[in-house]
Nanobody
Framework: VQLQAYGGGLVQPGGYLRLSCEAS????????IGWFRQAPGKEREAVSC????????HYEDFVKGRFTISRGNAKNTVYLQMNSLKSEDTAVYYC?????????????????????WGQGTQVTVSS
């Protein structure tokens, strides 16, 4: 199993980026994918999750209305469109494969429920 996250970079506050997570080595259509992030000096935290068929979508409160998660199963890729970026969004962003197709709400943040992780992509929001 491989997950390749990319699309990070340096952007000014109010700007946007689109992260991509390309997956291989498993039946991509069968599993939810989550995005997490880790800021310097902080613990890793959940950001968003999308179910296997793209219907279930969960967002943490701090990104609701600004970030949009989607997936292209034909391309084995999950996307995270990040708009209206803030300095506090600065972090390394990771994608991860869930062990289930559609996690229940109480489990979407549980890192133990994600079996494989990508290497992360750096997002820096700064003027």
């Amino acid at each position: 199993v491989q997950l390749q996250a990319y699309g990070g970079g340096l952007v000014q506050p109010g700007g946007y980026l689109r992260l991509s997570c390309e997956a291989s080595g498993f039946n991509f259509d069968d599993y939810a994918i989550g995005w997490f992030r880790q800021a310097p000096g902080k613990e890793r935290e959940a950001v968003s999750c999308i179910g296997s068929d793209g219907v279930l979508k969960h967002y943490e409160d701090f990104v609701k209305g600004r970030f949009t998660i989607s997936r292209g199963n034909a391309k084995n890729t999950v996307y995270l469109q990040m708009n209206s970026l803030k300095s506090e969004d600065t972090a390394v962003y990771y994608c991860a494969v869930s062990t289930v197709a559609n996690p229940i709400l109480s489990r979407v943040r549980q890192e133990d429920d994600y079996e494989y992780w990508g290497q992360g992509t750096q997002v820096t929001v700064s003027s």
